[in-house]
């Protein structure tokens, strides 16, 4: 018999270390090539790896916590060497029927969490993967694209022949408002709803129905959510018998801290401000949240923010640029960074070629890219070759900051929360919806008046979006 040994390849663009988080095979298991063994925490992200090698497993060579170099060997195969992958087994009836019960959930009735990203929200996307939980309690749920919905046990009962002759006219009349308490009998709700109470720690017995055949919507159960949420922070929480904690500093927070430390003091900044009314915005966002063409997309201000710079770039192209010690390099493109609160720390991947994008395309892509940082999956090339970021601290109730720029970018953006203000329209003093908008940039490549147009080309998109039709 041969013995192979795995050696730890760089899974970004020369990340030189990283750290083993959790081993997912133990001595004596047999493997399949491609099958997961070891997830890894490099400088960027949390990475799965796959077994190139097909047997039994020898040695574990690396202990978890432990951090190693590139090219070291973490553990042995015996009898197998590379082959291809075998073809799976048939699954068990039990197997099968829970592999069709899976299948029934659409991207269009999968469950949308509250935002991780410093944006305002994720959604499900026209990808078929199907993301795990991997910190259950968090607004992190599994999404599945694929099949259609089983409705079995969601299906209103069908109306008695007896119906009393005023029950058509209720029906045409306008909905009532939302009862204040859930009525009794069984709970109707779709499984996805059910599951996205139970990984958002609500009892949905307590949920209070809004839907239009008394079933439990998403909505619903984000709203109690909310208030769960609102009434566990209300609550000090005990001090911790330690005096203190000691966090290491390695992985994403050791790159966070040399990425920050190098842009504050390699490139001079200089910050800008604007106040917005952003209520044209606001109904814009809830006219495409109604609209078919939308319809199981997550729609939200931050998508509106985002095509607003694509647009503003387009006229001041500098702002769009890296700065290198023999030039400038003015890109015709953008990558669009969109900076992530993730349970690991702080990343920035960005969506490709987003000036090439529709409305719907960039709101897929925002998506797609929210899930993956908040499952902790986005791989180190979406973190590379961004040229301008959003950061949406309004997510946190702030409204306006100085963001840090981006490490090879010369411009950074922030949205602040969106809230209604006296405003004043044509003479009067009016409720409006306003937001600040505040914008950090290099000032070795943007000189004061470009980088003034250019946040105002930002604002004025955010008060009138239909200027993205020109």
Known sequence: MSESKFLLPDVGEGLTEAEIVAWKVAPGEQVAVNQVIVEIETAKSLVELPSPFEGTVGELLVSEGQTVEVGTPIFTVTAGGESQAAPAPEPEPAEQVAADAA???SHEEEPKAGAVLVGYGSAGHGSSRRRRVTHPGTASIPVSFSGSVAQTSTTAPAAPATAPAAAPAATASSAPAAPTSRPAGPVVA????????????????????????????????????????????LQT?????????????????????????????????VSLFVDVDATRTMEFVKRLKNSADFAGVKVSPLLIMAKAI???????????????????????FVNLGIAAATPRGLIVPNVKE???MTLLELAKALEELTLTARDGKTQPAAMS??????????????????????????????????????????????????????????????????????????????????????
């Open 385 to 470: 070759g961004g040229t301008i970021t959003i950061t949406n601290i309004g997510v946190f109730g702030m409204d306006t900051g100085t963001p840090i720029l981006n490490p090879g970018e010369v411009g950074i953006v922030a949205l602040g929360t969106i809230k209604q203000k006296p405003w004043v329209v044509d003479g009067e003093v009016r409720p409006r919806y306003v937001t600040t908008l505040g914008a950090s940039f290099d000032h070795r490549v943007v000189d004061g008046d470009v980088a003034s147009r250019f946040l105002a080309d930002v604002a004025s998109i955010i008060e009138e979006p239909a200027l993205l039709l020109d």
């Open 103 to 105: 299948a029934t959930v």
């Open 237 to 269: 929480p005990e001090w911790p018998n330690d005096r203190e904690d000691r966090i290491p500093v390695k992985g994403v927070r050791k790159a966070i801290a040399s990425a920050m430390t190098t842009s504050a003091f390699s490139a001079p900044h």
């Open 190 to 233: 779709k499984p996805p709803i059910r599951k996205l109470a139970k990984d958002l720690g609500v009892d949905i017995t307590t949920v209070t129905p809004t839907g239009p055949i008394g079933d439990v919507t998403r909505d619903d159960v984000l709203r109690e959510a909310t208030q769960v949420t609102v009434f566990r922070n």
């Open 310 to 332: 694509i647009w503003a770039v387009r006229r001041n192209p500098t702002v769009n640029s890296t700065w290198t010690d023999e030039e400038i390099i003015v890109h015709h």
């Open 354 to 356: 987003a000036q090439a």
